[in-house]
């Protein structure tokens, strides 16, 4: 792959682009108006929360769940050979482009998704969600090379400040058609959050060309591609390792990087469900809710990179992460909307900035000078979605056994106190990431 010009501001806008189109499935699918729709509609007065899937008797939000955990499975397994193809064949790209149109005909296959065509949504669904873990990977591995060390919190900022300004675009638009469908004449209850989840993957596939014409192409070699280089993919995984674990600050880091995310991803996935169910706020208020959180987390996200340059990445990380904690704990107590609306303004700060700088400081302590960078970032990927399974299939597990939503969000805190642990590691080091 040829060498990109790092700090290229053109470069740089149009890398940040894929957040801009990839987070409409982000904001509208996993968080706002799928789950109110998903939980209105999968909830009878005969059957009360609980469908029948395939001869299964499941609690809905505990389906949901179950879903995104085999899809996060799924793709932590097939990454792998995905990123050691890509490198052999220089087409990371390619599997960028060809994840996105997944996801994104994924999100259009969604709008014919209605009570009686259950299996068909959540199949939808899975496949939504596997597009977007895979074009997320090939984009995140771009950012060594776009940028230079010292520029790479501000950069991964930058991506996640475009992603969140572009989400709420998106969602505003849809947000017309659900909140005052009588505008235009629309009379299916259920047509506006399906026609959601078709302009969310028109909107993906769209935007997503900019960077797919900005960034430079394939540097294809021709050579086919064996089952030596699809075995190649788990024990590049191992080398990898091999290489990271001489590097203290990423040895430290993962393990904590690991427990963290199962609560970040997790609360983030579950947010709109868990307002349904908890305080039954139903879907203007909860979509409401959900635009706030982006908005407040675009701030957040630019927050946490100013923040870090003054006390460095790891203090702020252990700060946030303490907030999370407390976030879990206040969940499990809150019985009015506005210590809803409160909790959710706070995880919007916290949002943002734990995952832009997750982001940019494992990219900080890569080796210096690598150009295939998809095999150093399907390991992070490869933490990450591994974290997001556990996390998702304890908090379904545990709605599923208890019949309550809210002991599955205390025990996500016990994933945040290890991370924090964990982290606290790291300020031992002689050479912390700081800047």
């Known amino acids: 792959m040829s060498t990109l010009e790092k700090n290229h501001k053109p470069t740089i806008r149009a890398w940040a682009m894929f957040d801009w189109a990839n987070s409409a499935y982000n904001l509208v699918i996993t968080s706002t108006i799928f789950p109110a729709y998903y939980t209105a509609i999968t909830f009878t007065e005969a059957n009360g929360d609980r469908i029948d899937f395939f001869g299964f008797s499941v609690v809905n939000t505990a389906l949901s769940n179950f879903a995104l955990s085999f899809a996060y499975l799924f793709m932590a397994l097939l990454l792998p050979i995905l990123s050691s193809v890509a490198d052999f064949k220089g087409s ?15 999100c259009m296959g969604l709008f014919f998704f209605k009570l009686e065509t259950l299996e068909w949504g959540i199949s939808c669904f899975t496949l939504a969600a596997m597009g977007y873990v895979g074009g997320v990977l090939f984009n995140n591995s771009y950012l060594p090379q776009i940028a230079t060390p010292d520029q790479q919190d501000r950069v991964s900022a930058q991506g996640f ?30 047509f506006p959050p399906r026609l959601s989840f078709f302009l969310v993957g028109v909107w993906w ?5 900019i960077p797919f014409r900005k960034l430079p192409a394939d540097a294809r070699n021709g050579q086919r591609v064996t089952k030596h280089v699809l075995r190649k993919g788990f024990a590049e995984l191992r080398e990898v390792w091999e290489r990271l674990k001489g590097i203290p600050e990423i040895k430290r880091f993962l393990p ?25 706020l139903g879907a203007p208020k909860l979509i409401a809710t959900i635009l706030i959180i982006q908005l407040v987390a675009i701030g957040g996200a630019y927050l946490m990179s100013l923040l870090a340059r003054y006390i460095g990445n790891v203090r702020v990380l252990m700060l946030v992460v303490c907030i999370w904690i407390g976030v879990c704990v206040a969940a499990y107590y809150i019985n009015h909307e506005m210590q809803f609306y409160l909790l ?42 591994v974290a997001i399974v556990i996390g998702l299939f304890s908090f379904a597990l545990i709605e599923q056994v208890t019949n309550n939503i809210r002991y599955s969000a205390l025990c996500l805190g016990l994933f945040f106190v290890i991370g924090l642990v964990l982290l606290s590691r790291m300020l031992l080091l002689k050479k912390p990431v700081e800047k």
């Open 205 to 209: 596939i769209g935007f997503a060309q």
């Open 92 to 106: 990371k790209k390619a599997f960028m482009m060809a994840f996105t149109y997944v996801g994104g005909l994924a």
């Open 344 to 385: 959710a303004a706070l995880v919007g700060l916290v949002m943002g900035g734990i995952q832009s700088l997750s982001r940019s400081t494992y990219s900080k302590m890569l080796p210096p000078g690598e150009e295939d960078t998809a095999s150093f970032f399907s390991f992070y990927d490869v933490t990450e979605k």
């Open 161 to 190: 400040a475009y992603g969140y300004v572009g989400c709420v675009t998106i969602q505003v638009i849809c947000f017309v058609f659900v909140l005052k469908p009588e505008w235009f004449g629309i009379t299916d209850p259920s």
């Open 256 to 280: 904590a990087f690991f427990f963290y995310a199962m609560g970040v991803q997790t609360v983030m996935i579950v947010a709109a469900a868990f307002g349904e169910k908890v305080l039954h």
